[in-house]
């Protein structure tokens, strides 16, 4: 973020749409603690905070809610955090779970009326063509990285170890084209001009959706409105479909975030991660890869099935793909998953985890033991981001890539950021030697993917810090939430 000029990676989508769900005569301030923090002013300003975040910003939430409560506030929890783990924040006033666009009305009548109650949630799933378009107007987007976009909700996939279909099903359901480009066309009128994150878990879910109505009605708002880059996820059957790819590549998305877990057929299996199974993982990311489409993936280690060997196997899997960016993480069972209803009947959870799988902990006990895991984490972590290794990878992957369709314009931002990587990495940074082998080498032979090979010379330096902060804790890590009431099976 400080090689681009910018404070945090995304405005908090959900917090902007909640926002437009709210009555319009409310003054409402967003305040994003990734950007600046909540202030003794803001508190006095308002007459309800509403908090909202991910489960790996608890620790943040406890202290916001605890400033609130100090300064007379009531305070409304939602989202994922409040979702799986609201047992651990006695202190807030009401609860609004679940999808905002079925509670949130109720809590609001019930509020103006002088009703409200404590907890409000749904057992059905939202009519994403009644969400709002997120106002925009409310965050600084200039402080951002990206912009994120929801075209669906939910995943046709039941992997044990994810909640995403126990909060959000796994029936996706999507936006309207016309509500997707309407999102854009804001994002464009609050001055946005920079890449976008389609957030979705798995946006091929609705793949004639997504093939009939979107993609062509994306590709036609990009030939008139400049090319934006798009980001998303998906899952690994997208590299099955190269019509699909290549109109994703038309549309503007050049990097795809897949989740890849394991090379172990047996550990897909023992996740049910079965799309992955009976495939050529490899092969089909460079299937990707030479569509245009830069894959990033999620590995997971400590699956009954791992061994001591596969960390190892692991590694030699990632650099053989050309997986550049390669986000590994210790197995966790968080509420709501079928992973942690089988871990507490087998009298294997160690504790509560709502997320945070980069600490240096896991809240089962895994079949090789957990220093065992913490260790062989720490190595692969040290091991995959030394700059030998990633660089190996970067130039893997740029030897598959095709040039780029379209030239970004040059903008001051984009040579600051420039001129700071080269000094960054090529004067001053442990990668120094290796940075600029890559860039002779790119020069040499794929020049037109400089500023690309130079992008992620500094999501590996990013990543790096991340991985010797990993190593550092590797011996101290702390151990898991103690167990308390959280819901095991269903978040609804």
Known sequence: MELIGRRALLPPLGLLTLAALLPGHWKQRLVDENVAPVTAADLEWADYVFVGGMGVQWVQAKDVIARAKAAGKKVVGGGPLFLAGYALFQEVDHFVLNEAELTMKNFVADLENGSAKRMYRSRDFADMTHSPTPLWGLA??????????????????????????????????????????????????????DRVFFVDDNLIGNKRHLRDELLPALIEWQERNGHWPLITQASINLADDEHLMEQMVRAGFDTVFVGVESSDPASLEECQKRQNRNRDLIADIKKMQRAGLEVQAGFIVGFDHDTEGTFQEQVDFIQASGIVSAMVGQLQAPPGTKLRTRMAM????????????????????????????????????GELYSPRRYYQRVKTLLKNFPNPRHRRPVTFNRWRALLRALWQFGVTGAERVEFWRLLAWVLRCRPQLLAHAIRLAAVGHHQRLIAERIAREASTAAAPMPMMQLPLATMR
């Open 140 to 193: 600084d987007l200039s402080k951002y990285a990206l912009a994120g976009v929801q075209y669906s909700r939910g995943c046709p996939f039941d992997c044990d170890f994810c909640n995403v279909t126990a909060m959000l099903g796994r029936n996706p359901r999507i936006k309207a084209a016309g509500q997707i480009i309407a999102e854009l066309d804001a994002l464009r009128a609050a001055g946005w001009r």
């Open 346 to 381: 087998e009298g294997r959870l160690r504790g509560i985890t709502l997320g945070d799988n980069t600490d240096g902990t896991t809240n089962i006990m895994p079949v090789m033991g957990v220093e065992k895991l913490r260790a062989g984490y720490a190595w692969m972590q």
